[in-house]
């Protein structure tokens, strides 16, 4: 496996099920992000992970519950939700989150289709 | 704060036309800025990037932009379109802490024969 890589591809669930989204990095990085990409909306950054500590929450409401074990693996843990957290939710990985000068290209995989009924 | 605009959600050209996507910026500090392409089904894949290097940057597929800092522009362009060029563009800027990315709303290119 290459790049980055997301499972599972489709997901549907009910609104009182719990599921986990993976997402895992063959590119060495040491930084992951997820961002949530609705229809007719902006992608929007949801939480990021910096050598596996989380340096950003965007105001992502509690029923999504990043992991992040190692800089190769990403987790968001899905309880609760809602009809309108239906969306594809993308990963993303960079070399590092940049502080400074210098930026760092996102390598994204191919998202999971979330469904929530 | 840092924010993009795409002008046009929706622009539609011929084969071998030209292709000219729109993007300004607004940033309190110098940009970073990025073109994204999105084909259906895919996760989005770096078409290129400006980096306060050369104002025109010449990315992937034959696409290019130029960094007008005169217009807060990053218009993406490419002379002649393909069939496979169609897909979902998005422009984005690196947000001022350097942490992450703000896109877009995104513009679909259509191609036709």
């Known amino acids: 496996e290459t790049g980055v890589t997301q499972t599972p591809r489709h997901l549907v669930m009910g609104m009182t099920n719990k599921k986990s989204l993976k997402c895992e990095q063959h590119l060495g990085h040491n930084a992951m992000y997820w961002y949530k990409q609705s229809a007719k909306k902006p992608l929007e950054l949801m939480f990021v992970?910096?050598?596996?500590?989380?340096?950003e929450n965007n105001s992502v409401p509690s029923r999504f519950s990043p992991e992040c074990p190692n800089s190769s693996h990403l987790f968001l843990h899905l309880h609760t939700l809602q009809p309108e957290d239906s969306a594809l939710y993308l990963c993303a990985s960079s070399p590092r989150t940049s502080g400074g000068a210098g930026t760092d290209t996102q390598y994204f995989g191919p998202g999971t289709r979330l469904t929530v009924l | 704060a840092q924010s993009v605009t795409q002008l046009g959600s929706h622009v539609s050209v011929s084969e071998g036309a030209l292709v000219l996507l729109r993007c300004n910026y607004s940033s309190s500090v110098p940009p970073y800025l990025f073109w994204y392409v999105q084909y259906p089904n895919q996760g989005l894949q770096l078409l290129l990037k400006?980096?306060?290097?050369?104002?025109l940057v010449k990315g992937i597929n034959g696409f290019e932009a130029e960094f007008k800092k005169s217009e807060t522009s990053f218009h993406l362009t490419k002379p002649s379109a393909h069939m496979s060029d169609a897909a979902e563009y998005f422009c984005?800027?690196?947000?001022?802490?350097?942490?992450?990315?703000?896109f877009g709303k995104g513009t679909t290119l259509s191609v036709s024969s």
């Open positions: 400006y980096t306060s290097a050369a104002t």
């Open positions: 992970y910096n050598f596996k500590e989380q340096t």
């Open positions: 984005a800027v690196r947000n001022q802490a350097g942490t992450a990315l703000i």
